[in-house]
């Protein structure tokens, strides 16, 4: 039974910061974060991968950093200098396949509200 818990979410003025945070129940292959605002398309925030690779969007980068406890498979996203566009719903992905890795997210979170303004 594998599960993703995501916490940290909430309200924050436009330029300051949150942090969240999203436990593995097990080791993963690879774990990312996405988020999705209301009329949106799903966007991939950034991922890191077994090697320790991140990889973020463009939208984010600068801002936003990933951070991972490995001990505790704990995966945080540090956002900082927020916009009224990152307002979304925020998901944690990890990938538990060892080919496919970063391209294959089979286990979700439910995810958690940030709401930038």
């Known amino acids: 039974q594998v599960q993703l818990v995501e916490s940290g979410g909430g309200s924050v003025q436009t330029g300051g910061s949150l942090t969240l945070s999203c436990t593995a129940s097990y080791r993963t292959y690879c774990m990312g974060w996405f988020r999705r605002a209301p009329g949106q398309e799903r966007e991939r925030v950034g991922t890191?991968?077994?090697?320790?690779?991140?990889v973020y969007a463009d939208s984010v980068k600068g801002r936003f950093s990933i951070a991972k406890d490995y001990d505790k498979n704990i995966l945080f996203l540090q956002m900082n200098d927020l916009k009224p566009d990152d307002s979304a719903m925020y998901y944690c992905a990890a990938s538990y396949s060892y080919n496919r890795g970063c391209r294959s997210f089979g286990v979700w979170g439910r995810g958690t509200q940030v709401t930038v303004s």
């Open positions: 890191l991968d077994s090697e320790g690779s991140i």
